[in-house]
């Protein structure tokens, strides 16, 4: 137990961002790995670890589906607000010359 423990402590500071920007009150926002790799202490009558892992696996891979689907967003965005400044440009450039 004590080798599992100190395995998978030093995997989370091998893991650890050194992000320092982030939302207000201090803290980044969550990611994936965050999640999968999040330790609870284990008490004697307390929750089953191994249902604790496979909800924090859930969680964590739906949040990769909701973070992917972000950036496709934002990219599309980029792209409609290009498109609409060209198109901007080109019916003020026709209202000058008539």
């Given amino acids: 137990m004590r080798n599992l423990v100190r395995r998978l402590a030093s995997r989370r500071e091998e893991r650890r961002p050194t992000e320092n920007a982030g939302p207000p009150q201090g803290r ?31 969680v964590a891979d739906e949040l990769a589906v909701a973070q992917t689907a972000l950036v ?22 026709n209202h000058h010359y008539r």
């Avoid at 965050?34 to 008490?43: G, L």
């Avoid at 934002?74 to 080109?90: C, G, T």
Wanted: charged content about 30%; overall charge positive.
């Fill in 28 to 58: 980044s926002p969550l990611r994936p790995w965050q999640i999968r790799d999040r330790c609870f202490n284990v008490r004697r009558r307390g929750l089953d670890p191994v249902e604790i892992r496979a909800f924090l696996h859930r």
């Fill in 72 to 93: 496709a967003v934002q990219e599309e965005n980029v792209r409609v607000k290009n498109a609409l400044r060209a198109w901007q440009s080109a019916q003020s450039a």
